[in-house]
């Protein structure tokens, strides 16, 4: 089974410095990985995926994360913070072999301070 | 932009009533699910449904749940005899594939 893991339940960051989240995870199979980002009172909204490919990929709002197979990792990134980045943001996993179930992790509380 | 939509937004129920969670997924996916999240706890997978049909299930979706696509558009979670460890938000996700799933903004259900 799949499994993600997130550390740092709540995570500063200063206005304009860089936004580092860090995910892990475990599959067995080749694994589909997700950043899902959630402001408050409302649904969780995809950031990026990555799937097959290029490791390295591009999101909306200026994140990007990379896939590193032999770290069994998917680091979420942003150049430099901005107020509008405050918000709830989960790693997930499935895996490529049809079994499409999502599997998150407990998530980063995000602050950014001005 | 098309989006799923949830209703209610918040639910307040006494235990061992039934409760109906409604979704409308995005009118062209194929593969709805729902997920929850108790306060504090990671989002977990309940349960995926394709072809009018449940295609797979979590430990936690037992015979108090059910699914059920009534009417083509609707889809929907049925808790019966609701407990105290129920209250959670509960999210509905629809996709066109099996690579990308878009949520809705939840119910908050409340079991009193």
């Known amino acids: 089974a799949q499994s993600v893991t997130q550390l740092g339940s709540h995570v500063s960051v200063s206005e304009g410095a860089l936004v580092l989240l860090r995910c892990n995870y475990s599959?067995?199979?080749?694994?589909?990985l997700f950043w899902y980002v959630q402001y408050p009172n409302q649904g969780l909204q995809l950031l990026l995926k990555y799937t097959t490919g290029a490791t390295l990929v591009k999101g909306i709002n200026g994140f990007e994360a990379e896939f590193k197979k032999s770290e069994t990792s998917f680091h979420l990134t942003k150049p430099s913070a901005h107020m509008s980045d405050a918000a709830e943001y989960f790693c997930?996993?499935?895996?490529?072999?049809?079994?499409?179930?999502?599997?998150f992790g407990k998530g980063n509380q995000v602050v950014v301070i001005p | 932009e098309p989006e799923v939509t949830q209703t209610p937004s918040h639910q307040v129920t006494q235990m061992g009533q039934e409760v109906i969670l409604r979704c409308v997924p995005i009118s062209n996916h194929l593969y709805f699910y729902w997920y929850r999240q108790i306060l504090g706890q990671k989002v977990e997978f309940l349960v995926s449904f394709y072809n009018n049909e449940i295609s797979e299930k979590s430990e936690i979706f037992d015979d108090q749940f059910s699914v059920e696509r009534p009417d083509g558009s609707n889809f929907t979670l049925k808790i019966r005899s609701t407990k105290l460890e129920d209250s959670a938000m509960y999210f509905c996700a629809s996709s066109p594939t099996i690579n990308e799933q878009f949520f809705g903004p939840g119910t908050r259900l409340t079991v009193l």
């Open positions: 997930a996993v499935s895996d490529s072999g049809g079994n499409n179930r999502l599997a």
């Open positions: 599959s067995s199979v080749p694994p589909y």
